[in-house]
C-alpha cells in the first residue's frame, strides 16, 4: 500500500524551516533532562541521605509531572497559540531544571522535578501534535525523525552524568535549564502562532465508533510503551541471569537503546510510501518475534537490539495514523500521549510482581506475552479504523 506524498502550501505550514531544527533540539533535551535522574541517584543520595527507593522520588515526579502536563496543556491549547504553548513549556522546564540543580532540601527538589515535568508534558504533546498535522504526507515522516531526537538525548544524558560524575549532576540539570532557557524563544519562533482550532461537534457527540477507535489507541499506547519500558528495564537482569557478564548486558541494554534512535531515522524513506498501519502491524509482528528469540541464550543480546529495531516506530508512527483514523478528534493525541506515560509507569513493577511468581527466566515469556497483545491489539485497531472510514 503506498501512498502520494505531497508537502503543505507554504501558507499551511505550521514550521519554519529553523523552528523545526529548534524542535528536534526541544526533543533532545526532553530526552536527556527524563534521563539524568536515574544516573544522578547516587549523588541525590549523598546530598540528601536518601534510601535508593527515596532517590528515585524524582523520576516519579517527573513522570506525574508529565502526564498532567500532557492534560493540561491539551486542555489550554485551544485558547492559546502555538508560541506560547511551546513557551511555557520550555520556561517550566527551565524553571524546574534550575529549581533540581540548586534545591537545598529534598521536598523543594521533588517539586522542581514536578515542575519540570510539566514543561516536559507540555513539549511532549506540544510538538508531537503539531507534526502530527503540520508537514502534510511527510508528517509521519518528520514524527520519527522528531522522536529520534528523544533517543539522542536519552544516550547523552547519561553520558554527561558520566563524564562529570553522579556529585556532580547540578550541573548536567543546569544545563538542561539553560538550554530550555534559551528554547523559550528560540524554539518557538518559526511557528505559526495561530490558536489550535476549537473542536468541532463531531468530536463532543462521540459516536460509538469513535470510542471504540480511541480505545484502541489508547491500548495500543499503553501496551507498546508497555513493552518499551520493561525491556529496559529488565534486559540486564535477564541476560546477567542467562549467564552474560554485568558489562555485556549493560552494553547490551545501551545497543537496545540506540537501536530505537536509529529505527526512527532508517523507517522515515519507509513511512513516504507506506501506509502507517501497515508499517505499525510489521512493526508488532517483528518485535513478538524479537522477544521469542530471547528464550534462546545464544541470540538473545542480538534479539532485543531487534526489538529496539522494531518498536522504535511505533509511538510516533501511531500518532500520524491516529490523526487520519480520526481528524475530528482533536484532543486524542493528548489522551494517547498521557496513557503511554502510564503504561511506562506501571509496567515495569507489575511486570516484577510476575518474575517474583515465575523466576527471572520468565521475562522472555512475560514480555512476548505483552507484544503479542500489542499485536492483536494493532490489527483490531485496523479492523476498526477501516470500518469507521468505509
Known sequence: MTDTVTDPPAADRLFARSAAVASCVGFVLIGMLQA???????GLRHEFGLSPAGAGLGL???????????????????????????????ALMAAGGAGFALAPTWPLALAAAFLAGLGFGGIDYGLNQLFAVGFGDRSTAMLNVLNAHFGIGAVLGPALI???G??????????????????????????RTRAADAPPAAEKARPLGVSRVLVGFLVLY???????ASVGGWEPT??????????????ATAVYWLMMTAGRFLVVPITLRHAPELILAVCA????????????????????????????????????WLNSALPQARRAGAWVIAASNVGGVAAPPLLGVGIEASGIHAVPSLLTALSGASLLATLRLIRLTRRSTS
Do not use: K, Q
Not at 539524568?36 to 547516587?42: F, I, K, R, S
Not at 556532580?168 to 530550555?180: E, M, N, W
Not at 541476560?239 to 548486558?249: I, N, Q, S
Open 162 to 164: 558520566a563524564w562529570l
Open 166 to 191: 553522579p556529585d556532580a549532576y547540578p550541573y548536567a540539570f543546569g544545563a538542561c535549564a539553560v538550554l530550555a532557557a534559551v528554547l523559550v524563544f528560540a524554539g518557538s519562533s518559526g511557528v
Open 222 to 228: 499503553i501496551l507498546n510503551v508497555a513493552v518499551e
Open 238 to 251: 535477564h541476560l546477567e541471569t542467562v549467564g552474560y557478564t554485568a558489562t555485556v548486558a549493560a552494553s
Open 60 to 90: 516519579s515526579l517527573h513522570f506525574t509531572g508529565g502526564v498532567a502536563g500532557v492534560l493540561a496543556f491539551n486542555a489550554i491549547h485551544a485558547r492559546i497559540s502555538n508560541r506560547a504553548l511551546l513557551a511555557w513549556g520550555y
Open 285 to 320: 509482528a517483528g518485535m513478538t518475534v524479537c522477544l521469542l528469540l530471547t528464550l534462546i541464550r545464544g541470540v538473545a543480546p542480538l534479539a532485543y537490539a531487534g526489538v529496539g529495531l522494531f518498536i522504535a516506530p511505533v509511538f510516533p508512527t501511531g500518532l500520524a
Open 36 to 42: 539524568l535522574y536515574g544516573p544522578a541517584v547516587p
